[in-house]
Structure formats: C-alpha cells, structure tokens
C-alpha cells in the first residue's frame, strides 16, 4: 500500500554540523516530494519541494536529492543552527489521489549549540 | 494574508459530546483537507474535499463526517467523540493545479488540540 518511512526518528547535531533525513516511498509514479517543518506548538510549514523531474534542489543551507529509481529523497541541512530544530516531515504525493499527500512520522531535529 | 483559520484551538470534551472543530480559508482555494497528528505517526489524512459538495475519506476516516457547502469552509465533526480521538488536528488548503510537473503547496492551519475524556 501507500507509504512513506522516514529515518531516523531522532537525531541530535551540534551547531554547525550537517543533518541529513532520508524518506522512503512506496508507490513508483509518485511526482512531488515535499518537505515541512514543524516547531513546536506550530503548524507545519513547507520549506523545500522537489518534483519528479529534477533531482536536487538547493535553498540555501537547505538541499532536497531524489533518487527515483531507489525510490528515496533525503533532505540535507548545512551549517545547523540552533533556529533549526524542529520536527521535521516528508512526504510524497502518491498517484491514485488528487493532491494526497502521505507523510512520514516525522524526524525531531536537536541542534545543541 | 493567505490564512487557513480553524477553531477552536483547544478543547477538553467528554466521550459522546457530539462537537465541530471550523475551517477556513481565504486564498480562494478548491482543496480542503483535514488532517490528525499523533505521535510517532506523522500526519495521516483524515477527509479531503475537491471543491463545494465534493468530500471523499481519507486514510482514517472512522469517526468523522465533514462537509463543504461552500467553498472556504471545511468543519470537521465529531458526532460522538472517543478517548482515541484525542489529537491534534490540522485543516490544510491548497490550490488544485493540473499536470504532474505542478507541485502543490499545502498550507495548514494553526492547529486544534483535542482531549476526549
């Protein structure tokens, strides 16, 4: 069925260091990737997107990559800071429905100064 | 402000209290959708809309009804509320664009935190 794991669960850096969050999808025609962070007692807010037709994409210290034939996308956080921890999901828009999107359990991103 | 407003943010009922929890949204867009989070679960769908009179369910949609009789609202009702329904739940938007290539942003509300007792 329709599925997206996301790993690791938890993860603690120190300032300055790289985070890298890697999701797994299960339905092969999926066509839109995107990521949200959620600080807490926040909403989840969109800050990185990548489609099917590209394969990296860069914001800043932020960067998505997306391996279509594995079926994998990780996002990679550059140079942490202390602003960046937050729960962090991805998710993956699976064909069978309009605009369904099927998220991962979620990262909790620990960024210690 | 593009703004996806729901209500109430925080509510503590009791087990068959029928309740609704508002949504709104001012970007004039044509898909609604609710959502719950719980922990380790992520955010799984719980009934989504195309447009007005259009709903469908979503991954758990056991225990709910919604409906969409016009197009910037989107309530989400809970006729007979149970302990496993304590969560924290999220109305999201986003317009309906056509062709793969298209990405769709999803914008959230503020969330709603749910006790059942």
């Known amino acids: 069925g329709e599925n997206v794991e996301q790993h690791p669960s938890t993860l603690s850096v120190q300032e300055g260091d790289s985070a890298v969050i890697k999701c797994t999808y299960s339905?092969?025609?999926?066509?839109?990737f995107p990521w949200y962070k959620q600080e807490l007692g926040k909403r989840p807010q969109l800050i990185i997107d990548?489609?099917?037709?590209?394969g990296e994409k860069k914001d800043q210290r932020i960067a998505v990559t997306l391996n279509k034939t594995a079926k994998h996308f990780s996002l990679h956080i550059t140079e942490t800071q202390p602003e960046d921890s937050a729960v962090y999901f991805c998710a993956a828009r699976f064909s069978g429905g309009y605009n369904k999107l099927i998220f991962g359990a979620g990262t909790r991103l620990a960024v210690h100064p | 402000e593009a703004q996806v407003t729901q209500n109430p943010r925080y509510l503590i009922t009791v087990t068959g209290k029928k309740l609704t929890v508002t949504c709104s949204q001012n970007m004039n867009h044509e898909y609604m959708s609710w959502y719950r989070q719980d922990p380790g679960l992520g955010l799984r769908q719980i009934y989504y809309?195309?447009?007005?009179?259009?709903?469908d369910k979503g991954d758990v949609p056991e225990g709910y009804k919604v409906s969409r009789k016009e197009k910037r609202n989107f309530p989400l009702i809970l006729e007979s509320p149970s302990p496993n329904q304590t969560s924290l739940y999220f109305c999201?938007?986003?317009?309906?664009?056509?062709?793969?290539?298209?990405?769709?942003?999803?914008?959230f509300g503020e969330g709603s935190w749910l006790t059942v007792v």
């Open positions: 339905d092969s025609a999926s066509n839109y």
């Open positions: 809309s195309m447009n007005v009179e259009v709903t």
């Open positions: 999201a938007s986003s317009s309906q664009l056509p062709g793969p290539t298209s990405g769709n942003t999803i914008y």
């Open positions: 990548i489609r099917s037709n590209v």
